[in-house]
């Protein structure tokens, strides 16, 4: 199974909008609606931001918000905060029972 | 308090074994889609195994025949027992669930080096 693709850095000035693409296969993104989007900042463990392609767990900010077209998955951040900045990553539910990550993105705060 | 707690990791050698425990807390782990998620240094996310249903499990396919995940619903902990264990498998390990309440542990760290 191979990874979903991310682009590898993605960055705006605080304020802004950004999104991250997440490209997967008719056999993972493009036929389960069980794609999920975690942050990490460094040395710690990622958390849950999004589930089942656009929805936020409690406690997670409505800046942040997940959709999906096809076999590509989007997360975008709005009203970019410095917090913001971290690695990101996309992950989906396979036709082989799997689960396969994204490559992730390195999100920089301008 | 909902968390979940990895222990077991540690330095091994290449061959040996070494078994993973991850302990919920307020929510059953047996009624969720539990994973194991390892991250390589500087590397990416992994995913490693999934059981779910008291015993239905899966595996990628890089630890397949040598790792095996198991379930005990009266300690709310699942397992991850690693054998044959090789360089690569060297990482960070990460007990995650699937459904709610969506979260991770903190992680066990599992170096395999002579």
């Known amino acids: 199974q191979s990874a979903l693709t991310q682009p590898a850095s993605v960055s705006g000035s605080p304020g802004q909008s950004i999104t991250i693409s997440c490209t997967g296969t008719s056999s993972d993104v493009g036929t389960y609606n069980s794609v999920s989007w975690y942050q990490q900042h460094p040395g710690k463990a990622p958390k849950v931001m999004i589930f089942d392609v656009s929805n936020r767990p409690s406690g997670v900010s409505n800046r942040f918000s997940g959709s999906k077209s096809g076999n590509t998955a989007s997360l975008t951040i709005s009203g970019l905060q410095a917090e913001d900045e971290a690695d990101y990553y996309c992950?989906?539910?396979?036709?082989?029972?799997?689960?396969?990550f994204g490559t992730g993105t390195k999100v920089t705060v301008l | 308090e909902v968390q979940l707690v990895e222990t077991g990791g540690g330095l091994i050698q290449p061959g040996g074994s070494l078994r993973l425990s991850c302990a919920g807390s307020?929510?059953?782990?047996?009624?969720?889609?539990m994973n194991w998620v390892r991250q390589a240094p500087g590397k990416g996310l992994e995913w490693v195994s999934l059981?779910?249903?008291?015993?239905?499990?899966f595996y990628a396919d890089s630890v397949k025949g040598r790792f095996i995940i198991s379930g005990d619903n009266s300690k709310n902990t699942i397992y991850l027992q690693m054998n044959t264990l090789r360089a690569e498998d060297t990482a960070v390990y990460y007990c995650v669930s699937d459904l709610a309440p969506h979260i991770w542990g903190q992680g066990t760290t599992v170096t395999v080096s002579s």
């Open positions: 059981i779910y249903g008291g015993g239905s499990t």
């Open positions: 307020g929510f059953s782990v047996s009624s969720n889609y």
């Open positions: 992950s989906s539910y396979t036709t082989s029972s799997t689960r396969v």
